[in-house]
Nanobody, 128 residues
C-alpha cells in the first residue's frame, strides 16, 4: 500500500492550488487521513485532517478559512484545496494515513507519530 501526493508547484501569493493524495491499496478507507507540511529547517507540522467518513475535518489555525480538506473514498483520493496562498505556506506537503480514531483528541490527530503511512511529499512554493 502506498500514498502518492501530487499537485504541488510554484505559484504567486493569492493564488490557489489543489493537492491530491492517491492510495494504491484498500487501507485508504480504514481511518483518518491528514496533510502535514515541512518548511526548510523546520519540523513537520500539521495542516489538516479528515475522518474516514469525511464528516469531521480539522485545520491548523494558520490555514483555517483558506484550506479545505476532502476525500473521495470511491476513488481512493484525498484532496487539499489551498486558496489565498501566502509565502509562509511554502513547504513540502505530505499526506498521511492512520487507523487511529483522530476524533479522540487534538494531540492525536496533529502528531505525526499517529500516522503510519506517508506519501512522498509534493513541493509548494509561493512567491511574494
Amino acid at each position: 500500500v502506498q500514498l502518492q501526493a501530487s499537485g504541488g508547484g510554484l505559484v504567486q501569493a493569492g493564488d490557489s492550488l489543489r493537492l491530491a493524495c492517491a492510495s494504491s491499496g484498500d487501507s485508504f478507507n480504514r481511518g483518518g487521513m491528514a496533510w502535514f507540511r515541512q518548511a526548510p529547517g523546520r519540523e513537520r507540522a500539521f495542516v489538516a485532517a479528515i475522518t474516514w467518513s469525511g464528516a469531521n475535518t480539522y485545520y491548523a489555525g494558520s490555514v483555517k478559512g483558506r484550506f479545505t480538506i476532502s476525500r473521495d473514498n470511491a476513488k481512493n483520493i484525498m484532496y487539499l484545496q489551498m486558496n489565498s496562498l501566502k509565502p509562509e505556506d511554502t513547504a513540502v506537503y505530505y499526506c498521511a494515513a492512520t487507523e487511529t480514531t483522530i476524533t479522540l483528541s487534538l494531540r492525536i490527530r496533529t502528531t505525526p507519530n499517529t500516522y503510519y503511512l506517508w506519501g512522498q511529499g509534493t513541493l509548494v512554493t509561493v512567491s511574494s
